[in-house]
């Protein structure tokens, strides 16, 4: 029996692949680009296609991002093997680690809660202006050009 010839590779064009892993096809060149997949196959027309392989590796990927992980932390899923111990070892401590970005975040939503509440308050639309606009204005000040100069705060995603 000859072997496969990689247009013969059943496969999927992109706006197909783009249906059936519900990533969109955007996303699934970007994907590419920063290699988290890699599609083997070219159809006839030299068009890429994707196998059901790749379908799946999308689809963990949307889960992964989905679940706010990192670009780097899905590349290290990605590389593990499930039926390796050592491997098993390392996705807990990747999922550990975005665990505790998770929780960072959490505490930082929380604060952002309180403020937005404080700011509410300030305002129930009687007065003949906007107090919660003012307060904006008011703290936009107070922050100062030396905030405005510092790199804002980085977020793991």
Known sequence: MPPTSPSAV???????????????????????KEK?????????????LYSDGDLHQLRFIRLCRAMDMSLDEVRTLLGLDLNNRADCAAAREALDAHLGHVRARLVEL???????????????????????????????????????VSAPGKRHV
């Open 10 to 32: 059943r496969g999927y064009q992109i706006g197909e692949a783009a249906k059936r892993s519900g990533v969109s096809a955007a996303n699934i060149r970007f994907y590419e």
């Open 36 to 48: 988290l997949l890699s599609p083997q196959g070219r159809g006839d027309n030299s068009y890429r």
């Open 110 to 148: 929380k604060a952002l809660e309180k403020d937005l509440q404080a700011l509410r308050t300030r305002c129930d639309g009687s007065d003949t202006h906007c107090h919660i606009i003012e307060a904006l204005h008011q703290l936009a000040d107070q922050q100062g050009a030396a905030k405005a």
